[in-house]
């Protein structure tokens, strides 16, 4: 089992920039994806950013191109999430998420996750 702890979020204006942390523990071994989810209340989650945590390949959700950034410190065993342009859009709760497979998309095949960590974003 994967334990992931996740940290970083908080209110900012519009326009500003967080960078939320990821940090793993257990058997890190096992990792081949690591992700970033959010949610916002009475929607379902969805995908905002992974990695592969061996080989590099990035993907991101339409919606955050340009404006997020995924990274992993493999030494560490840490990845992280850096938003820069943020929206009230935004808001949600952001889950870190590990999976033993390539499948990045698929919520059903990350098989750890953190409880999360909020983000606000003010107009």
């Known amino acids: 089992q994967v334990q992931l702890v996740e940290s970083g979020g908080g209110l900012v204006q519009a326009g500003g920039s967080l960078r939320l942390s990821c940090a793993a523990s257990?058997?890190?071994?096992?990792?081949?994806?690591m992700a970033w989810f959010r949610q916002v209340p009475g929607q379902e989650r969805e995908f905002v950013a992974a990695?592969?945590?061996?080989?590099?390949?990035?993907y991101y959700a339409d919606s955050v191109k340009g404006r997020f950034t995924i990274s992993r410190d493999n030494a560490r065993i840490t990845a992280y999430l850096q938003m820069n342009g943020l929206t009230p859009e935004d808001t949600a709760v952001y889950y870190c998420?590990?999976?033993?497979?390539?499948?990045?998309?698929?919520?059903?095949?990350?098989?750890?996750w953190g409880r999360g960590t909020q983000v606000i974003v003010s107009s």
């Open positions: 998420a590990a999976s033993t497979t390539t499948d990045y998309y698929a919520i059903p095949r990350y098989e750890s």
């Open positions: 257990g058997r890190t071994f096992s990792i081949a994806t």
């Open positions: 990695s592969s945590w061996r080989y590099g390949p990035t």
